[in-house]
């Protein structure tokens, strides 16, 4: 399946270079790459290579720093409303900006077409400070600078890195502070890759490195497959955790963020790309400017990045190590004991679950998990295993073709939406079992389901015809596993009474000989 940003929305950045396209009030400079264009304590920017390549055959300089104007705001638990700026060329405003040395620093920053008055910006500042009091959070807008086209765009992330690495500086020499580990760089997509400038200016020029970057679906387009000179990556930090979630792993180099493993762990919720809910209003949502219209709706998959980790903030879900994200949908990566080094809590907790694993050398790890379609999005995730009844009455009815569905029922009368078992018809024979993994079901102890079957006939298979009798599968059992409580609910049917298309069954623990088993 291709990602539903598809070509379009990748094309249509490239062509919003083009003055014809859309408004820009500074024509293109074409740059010449025996040039190097230098802004005084920030450094030179060539666009030789690495910043020219078969990935990346463009490059441009950076604009002048007055044009890009980027602001530092700062917020801190007793003021969120009227933050104070931090000025290169004030070095007191280090200490008149409420930064408290003791607590974490967070550095947040926007992405292409935003700027640090972007609501998601407010939701994480404000989730972060409710969290953690005592820590700041300063915001990076360079918003005048992140306009199209995409080109200039990506090279003016340079230099906002640049400066953000003398910002750091500053704060680091006036508040006495030891190291960087307590400051934290969290970016969205081209933000993703400012950040890692930020970090290896700071190495570079003032040997500090960052306690951590969270890259929040990193930008594809200019970024796959080039050097880790150009884009975000482990060196960058002493920890970098990095959220994939609008990729496109069957048709590369067309999403908007990227598919490749760049950070010490990196999670890709639904594998990576074409998130739930995705595809249905974004039409609706309101925007002043063409190009920022079609943005929002064509990255919803990008944005639930940020979207996600906001909420771990305050709710975080345990993440399972998996080879693919096909073996993790198919229930074979599952086991997540306490002592297992291979389950990690997504979001702001991740750092703590790294350090946790004992490893000799540094080994990226890449985690999957499912969320729901809306808010809350991060919910438990359960493998569900059906198994197909052997019975007499089953096997001479025989295989049959189509999806479960089902509904968790919960304490006091909670019910989940409807839940596809899977999601592409397939093949379900007598005497076999069958594991999915779901999301969508916000508790932990389901106490029973309803089960439906959609039939998928086909003309060219006799397999799925259905002359005689209606269609209909024989379920002996279900069984509901959760990733983080250990326990196991096994759930049966009325016996020997068939699942159909015309109505729904009820499967609950009662039915069953052994109702509750623990692994």
């Known amino acids: 399946m291709v990602n539903e940003t598809g070509l379009l929305f990748p ?13 820009n009030e500074t024509p293109e400079i074409r740059a010449d790459p025996d040039n190097v264009v230098c802004y005084g304590i920030f450094d030179c920017f060539p666009i030789t290579p690495p910043w020219t390549s ?3 055959p463009i490059a441009l300089y950076p604009e002048e720093p007055s044009k890009i104007d980027v602001r530092f705001a700062a917020f801190h638990g007793g003021n969120r409303t009227y933050p ?20 974490t620093i967070y550095f947040v920053t926007h992405g292409f077409l935003e700027s640090g008055k972007s609501k998601w910006i407010q939701r994480m500042l404000n989730r972060l400070l409710d969290r953690d009091p005592g820590s700041t959070v300063i915001v990076i807008d360079w918003g005048k600078g992140s306009n199209p086209p995409y080109n200039q765009a990506c090279a003016n992330i340079r230099l906002v890195g640049a400066i953000a690495a003398h910002i750091i500086y500053m704060i680091y020499e006036e508040l006495g502070l030891k190291n960087l580990d307590k400051v934290h760089m969290i970016g969205h997509s081209l933000g993703s890759h400012l950040s890692g400038y930020t970090g290896y200016t700071l190495q570079a020029n003032f040997g500090l490195r960052l306690g951590r970057i969270t890259g929040l679906d990193p930008a594809e387009l200019a970024f796959t497959e080039t050097d ?3 884009r975000l990556d482990p060196s960058d930090a002493k920890f970098v955790d990095v959220i994939h979630s609008d990729a496109t792993p069957f048709v590369p180099k067309i999403g908007l963020g990227l598919y490749e493993p760049i950070g010490h762990v990196d999670f890709y919720p639904n594998g990576g790309f074409n ?3 995705c595809r249905r209003d974004f039409w609706k949502q309101p925007n002043s400017r063409f190009v920022s219209e079609m943005f929002q709706f064509f990255s919803c ?7 996600y980790f906001i909420e771990s903030i305050t709710h975080p879900v345990t993440t399972v190590a998996c080879d693919s994200y096909e073996r993790y949908s198919a229930g074979e990566c599952f086991t997540c004991h306490t002592d297992s080094p291979s389950c990690i809590e997504f979001g702001l907790g991740s750092i703590a679950g790294y350090r946790s694993i004992n490893r000799s050398h540094y080994e990226p790890i890449q985690l999957f998990f499912k969320t729901g379609p809306s808010e809350p999005y991060l919910t438990t995730n359960f493998k569900i295993t059906v198994r197909i009844s052997a019975t007499a009455a089953s096997v001479a009815h025989g295989p049959e073709i189509g999806k479960i569905f089902l509904y968790i029922h919960g304490p006091g009368g909670v019910k989940s939406e409807k839940i596809y078992f899977n999601e592409q018809s397939m093949l379900f024979e007598p005497g076999h079992n069958y594991s999915s993994v779901i999301a969508g079901y916000s508790s932990a102890h389901p106490k029973s389901m309803s089960i439906g079957w959609e039939y998928d006939t086909n003309l ?3 397999l799925t015809w259905r002359i005689l009798s209606a269609p209909r599968i024989f379920i002996e059992h279900v069984k509901v596993k959760s990733l983080t409580q250990h326990m196991q609910v096994k759930m049966c049917p009325t016996y020997n009474q068939p699942v159909t298309t015309n109505e729904l069954s009820q499967v609950s623990d009662a039915k069953c000989k052994h109702r509750f088993t623990r692994d």
């Not at 104070?84 to 607590?103: R, V």
């Not at 998959?301 to 979207?307: D, G, I, M, N, T």
């Open 11 to 23: 094309t249509f950045l490239l062509l919003s270079s083009y003055r014809g396209l859309v408004y």
């Open 54 to 56: 078969v990935r990346r």
């Open 84 to 103: 104070k700026f931090l000025n290169i060329d004030d070095p007191d405003t280090a200490h008149t900006s409420g930064i408290n040395p003791d607590g």
């Open 228 to 230: 880790e000179l150009v």
């Open 275 to 277: 998130q739930p809910g």
């Open 301 to 307: 998959s990008h944005s639930r990045a940020y979207l």
């Open 460 to 462: 060219l298979n006799p």
